[in-house]
Every structure is written in C-alpha cells, then in structure tokens.
C-alpha cells in the first residue's frame, strides 16, 4: 500500500508542463528574444550612424585644413603683390613662361601672374579648359602664389620658381637658374592650385596644380584627389573697397566683379560631405544652406555641413600698408 502512495507522489513530480503554460512561456520566450533583437538592431543603427558621422568629420576637418593652409597664403610672392604690380606697373618680368602642358586658360592660365587668386561657378563639367570632370554647380577656386620657404641656391630644373624683390619679379624655369639668378636673388617655388569638386561615383575635393611630369619632362597641370565625399563646395567672399585692410563688402562668388578680386581680404568656406553608405533604414530630411543656396537631399545618405572663416593676412596687410 505504502509502495502505490510513494508510486504515485513521483508520478506527480514529474509530470510535464501543462498546454497553457507551454504557450505563456513561449510568449514570455518570444518577448525576450524580440526585445534582445530589437536593442541589436538599434545598437547597430546607432553605432552605423555614429561610425558614418565620424569619417564625415574626418574627412570634412582634413578638406578644411588642406584649403585654410592654401587660403592663407594667398597673396604672398615674396616680394610685391602681383594682381596690382603686373597690372599697374606692366613689365617684362612679369611676361609669363612658355605654357605648361595641358595648361588652363584664360585667368587660370599657370603663369598669369596678374590674377593670382579668384573663383567661378562651374556651369558644366568643362572649367577653364584644364578640368573636363567638374560637379555642376559647384565652386572652383583659383590660387598662385609661392612657397613659404625660399631657396638661395640648390634649385631644381623641374621646378618653376618666381624671383622676387621689393619692386620686381621674375618667373623663370629652375633649368635656367643659374644664367639667371644674382648673388643676392631669392628664389620661391611657384605654386598653382585649382580647388574643385570632382565628379563620379563618389564626389572628391580635388586640385589641378602645377607639376613635373618625369614621362613627358615637362611641367604640366595635374590632378590630386584630396579628400572622398565632398559634394558641394561653397564661397563667399569679403573684400575691402577703399584700401584700409576691412572688409565693408561681402558677396558670392557671381556679385564679385573682376576688378574687385585683388580686394578680397577674407573669405567663408561651406563644405557639403555626403557618407558613401546608403542606409535603406534612414531618410536624410535636413536641410543644410551653403552660403546662397540650400540643399534638401531627402534621400537615404548621411552628410555633413562645415563652415569656416578665413582672413587672408598677405591682402589685408597689401591694403593697411596703402595697396602696395
């Protein structure tokens, strides 16, 4: 009798779980597993997002570090500013060098001394006769100067240098240096950058510049693709009317009148960078204004908007010191 009691008490213990409660712990199972999904599927957003927005940083910090450098240093030639020196005082120093290859035209044409710095809207792919691959509707910015280091000897036959004084200047080829340059001459690297937006799969901040093409052994203007994912790049220009190193005008890129370049004494940069990565699960809904125009993507890709200010120091001393 007392074996039938024990027989039935295990039999009891050890019986399963009911239909019921199988179903509320599957429920409850369920719950658990949707909710440890569902904080997956947002870290991962969350971290996708925050990766995208760092590079974007990046990359957007580089852009205006490399055109800030090249900004502040318009207007320097070691010697005289020559937007006003070639232009009022006109002479046979300042009579350019045999074109590079593939040089630009017009303006921006490498050894046009006399519009050293300036910019454009680019209508088309096609910019000055240089850049066949521009982004529409873009900024293009225009700069000739010299390095900041000069050189009193030791230079290079593929290089061009400007030899500059207090009151001349003298653009020559460093293969004719030595039959050229005096005892007391200093010679500065010549520099030629055109900043634009490259068109393509992913858009580039690139630059034309002056340089030595070893195949061919001559200078010609080449391509340098500087920073990935640069769409939109924006001006805006203060200039200084009356020669006293302030800005009291400030204007785009399309009110600047030509003569008016050689007063430009500071400048706004606005950069567009867009991610890469498409994120089907995002639908960008900012609105970012570049200066005078506004960009409404509404698509799936993440961007950023940086801006800053650069004074250029060269002009603002050439017009405190009487446009000398």
């Not at 195949?215 to 006293?244: C, H, K, P, W």
């Not at 960008?284 to 960009?295: F, H, M, R, S």
């Amino acid at each position: 009798m007392n074996h039938d009691r024990h027989r039935r008490a295990a039999h009891k213990t050890t019986k399963g779980f009911s239909l019921m409660e199988l179903m509320v712990a599957m429920v409850l199972g369920f719950i658990v597993i949707g909710g440890a999904i569902s904080v997956y599927l947002a870290s991962k957003r969350s971290l996708t997002e925050v990766d995208q927005v760092a590079t974007l940083s990046e990359n957007g910090r580089f852009a205006l570090q490399l055109l800030g450098y090249s900004i502040r240093h318009i207007g320097f030639y070691g010697g005289p500013n020559p937007d006003r020196y070639c232009k009022v005082n006109p002479s046979e120093l300042c009579i350019p060098l045999q074109a590079p290859a593939g040089d630009c035209t017009g303006d921006a044409a490498a050894y046009d001394i006399g519009n050293s710095f300036f910019a454009l809207r680019a209508t088309s792919a096609t910019v000055e006769g240089c850049i066949t691959d521009a982004m529409p509707d873009t900024d293009v910015l225009v700069i000739k100067n010299v390095g900041s280091t000069p050189l009193y000897g030791g230079w290079s036959s593929q290089q061009t240098y400007v030899i500059a004084d207090r009151v001349s200047f003298k653009l020559r080829n460093g293969a004719d240096m030595p039959l050229d340059i005096g005892d007391s001459d200093v010679a500065w690297p010549y520099q030629l950058q055109i900043y634009y937006i490259r068109d393509g799969a992913t858009p580039t901040l690139s630059r034309k510049i002056l340089a030595w093409d070893a195949a061919a052994g001559v200078m010609s203007i080449q391509t340098e693709d500087l920073v990935q994912g640069v769409e939109n790049m924006r001006f805006r220009f203060g200039y200084d009317s009356n020669d006293d190193g302030e800005v009291d005008t400030l204007a785009y890129e399309e009110d600047v009148a030509d003569a008016d370049w050689k007063n430009v004494v500071s400048l706004q940069v606005f950069l567009l960078l867009a991610s890469d990565v498409i994120d089907p699960s995002y639908t960008n809904e900012k609105t970012y204004q570049l200066g005078d125009i506004t960009v409404s993507p509404g698509d799936s890709v993440r961007r950023i908007l940086l801006h800053s200010d650069i004074t250029l120091r060269n002009r603002r001393l050439v017009g405190r010191s009487g446009g000398q």
